[in-house]
């Protein structure tokens, strides 16, 4: 069973920037594609970024030129970094696969934009 650890949130006033790592104890290289979600409190998880196996990226529409993600195939990494940041972004951050079926979702990992 692949098991994912979130890291790299924290605490961060509005404008500021945080990288935050997706391990996935599994391959992911023969994975199509991996993503980033989040979920506010009282919310659903969305996805927020997906990046495909040839490199291509999708981006949901509230993040868009903010966010950027990227895989590295050889450690089992997925990253995403995140730049200008609102409070609407305060949510729990979670890897998963972008297509197909999901994982067993991680802990994730908390990220609070302050105002």
């Known amino acids: 069973q692949v098991q994912l650890v979130e890291s790299g949130g924290g605490l961060v006033q509005t404008g500021g920037s945080l990288r935050l790592s997706c391990q996935s104890s599994?391959?992911?290289?023969?994975?199509?594609?991996m993503g980033w979600y989040r979920q506010a409190p009282g919310k659903q998880r969305d996805l927020i970024a997906g990046?495909?196996?040839?490199?291509?990226?999708i981006y949901a529409e509230s993040v868009k030129g903010r966010f950027t993600i990227s895989r590295d195939n050889r450690k089992n990494l997925v990253y995403l970094q995140m730049n200008n940041l609102n409070p609407e972004d305060t949510a729990v951050y979670y890897c998963n696969t972008l297509y197909g079926s999901r994982w067993t979702w991680g802990q994730g990992t908390q990220v609070t934009v302050s105002s």
């Open positions: 990046i495909r196996s040839d490199g291509s990226t």
């Open positions: 599994g391959s992911i290289f023969s994975i199509n594609g």
